[in-house]
């Protein structure tokens, strides 16, 4: 069983940064860490994913912008957002998979534990 709580999200204004922070809790080594996001209304998209040994995957929308890293000693997988737009407000959630960075590292469904989430709210 692997728990996982977000943190760091909030308000912010067109062209700020944040940086989310998921501890986790429960054996997660050699497990792939990803972030996903889910507007209102919408579907949970794939954002980011880091590997163990830090290779990263990152969707086209967000690439340049926002940067995934891990720190495996204390557990936890941050999201660094920076040049924020409207389009990036949503609940972002954390969440643990296994294997190899492939196609379906961009699938929630994939993923076996999630943290409840955290949001993020982008002012024009």
């Known amino acids: 069983q692997v728990q996982l709580k977000e943190s760091g999200g909030g308000l912010v204004q067109t062209g700020g940064s944040l940086r989310l922070s998921c501890p986790t809790f429960?054996?997660?080594?050699?497990?792939?860490m990803g972030w996903f996001r889910q507007p209102p209304g919408k579907e949970r998209v794939f954002v980011a994913a880091v590997t163990w040994g830090g290779d990263t995957m990152y969707s086209d929308s967000v690439r340049g912008r926002f940067t995934i890293s891990r720190d495996n000693a204390n557990n936890t997988v941050y999201l660094q957002m920076n040049n924020l737009n409207p389009d990036d407000t949503a609940t972002y959630y954390c969440g643990v998979t296994t294997g190899r960075l492939n196609i379906a590292t961009r699938i929630p469904k994939t993923y076996s534990f999630w943290g409840p989430g955290t949001q993020v709210t982008v002012s024009s």
């Open positions: 429960g054996r997660t080594s050699n497990y792939i």
